[in-house]
């Protein structure tokens, strides 16, 4: 099953970068600290490609592969691994989200 997800591509050479708006921050300090916390969590014991960073107010699950050697099947390993992710992880996520 295909899960569709809404981000961006970027090109700057010599890498793509994929990004996607997952959430934002709660406005409250001590919960978007432990958001980070559970975010640096899935980072370093369930994502494959990419990873998740705060960009502004938002959370952001990106990657980026180089564009020299760059083939569909990476391309799409990558996608599916943000999109495995995502659904993998919304439970938890939402958990922080506003109320």
Known sequence: KRVAIAGVLAMAPPVLVLRVRVMQLPSDSVRA???????????ARELVHGSYGVEGDHVVLTDALLLSDLDFSEFEASVDSLALALASHVGALAAFGER
């Open 33 to 43: 600290g432990e958001l980070c916390r559970r975010l640096l969590e899935f980072n």
